[in-house]
């Protein structure tokens, strides 16, 4: 069975800043898909970003970027030039080759101060 | 805009009730999602279904059944609605191969009092 954790419950960084988010995870399967959701206060769970794991390349979304470590099974998320709008819940989850088992971590909440 | 429509933003229900969620979604998608959250917990799988009329279990399905008569659209009901179902909920949906992610509902918070 997949599990994913995020061991910071909460976090804070200053505007402009930058802010990494931490997330393991574990998984038997030879290739997965890891996701980053953001949970705004409006509720709305977005996807931030995907990753591959048969992909070396970290995925880069604008400011969002990932650092995936597959053999530490690490799947940290680094927000650069942080704005008042990131504040939310950011959820890590995996999924299994066939895109099934998808599992979420217990979130960690950002807050982003002026 | 493709989206995933949750019927209640908020709902207050009597310990007993029969409750209804709703959730429809415009993309066509074959699978379906409810998950409840909870603060610390995270997200949790109560029901799935991959196509109409078909669903399955997830995590914690107790006390929870599901309707999936539409393509578009798929129901969590809770038979006798009990206090510790006081909960966000969550809808998401997605293609056959979910490697490209879930696109989620607003969610709706229900509290039972």
């Known amino acids: 069975a997949q599990t994913v954790t995020q061991s910071q419950p909460e976090m804070s960084v200053q505007e402009a800043e930058t802010v990494t988010l931490s997330c393991t995870y574990d998984t038997s399967e030879s290739n997965y898909y890891l996701f980053w959701y953001k949970q705004p206060p409006s509720r709305q769970m977005i996807l931030v970003i995907r990753q591959e794991a048969y992909k070396q390349q970290n995925a880069t979304e604008n400011r969002f970027s990932v650092n995936f470590q597959k053999a530490a099974k690490s799947f940290s998320l680094k927000i650069s030039d942080s704005q008042l709008g990131d504040t939310a819940m950011y959820f890590c989850?995996?999924?299994?080759?066939?895109?099934?088992?998808?599992?979420f971590g217990p979130g960690t909440r950002l807050s982003v101060l002026p | 805009d493709v989206k995933v429509t949750q019927s209640s933003r908020y709902l207050v229900k009597r310990t007993g009730e029969k409750v209804f969620l709703e959730c429809v979604q415009d993309m066509d998608h074959e699978n379906m999602f409810w998950y409840r959250q909870d603060p610390g917990l995270g997200l949790r799988l109560i029901y799935f279904?991959?196509?109409?009329?078909?669903?399955e279990k997830g995590d914690i399905p107790e006390g929870y059944s599901v309707s999936r008569e539409k393509k578009e659209r798929f129901s969590l009901i809770l038979e006798s609605a009990s206090t510790n179902q006081t909960s966000m909920y969550l809808c998401?949906?997605?293609?056959?191969?979910?490697?490209?992610?879930?696109?989620f509902g607003s969610g709706t918070r229900l509290t039972v009092v």
């Open positions: 279904s991959y196509d109409v009329k078909m669903k």
């Open positions: 998401a949906s997605s293609l056959v191969d979910t490697s490209y992610g879930y696109t």
């Open positions: 989850a995996s999924a299994d080759n066939y895109g099934q088992n998808f599992v």
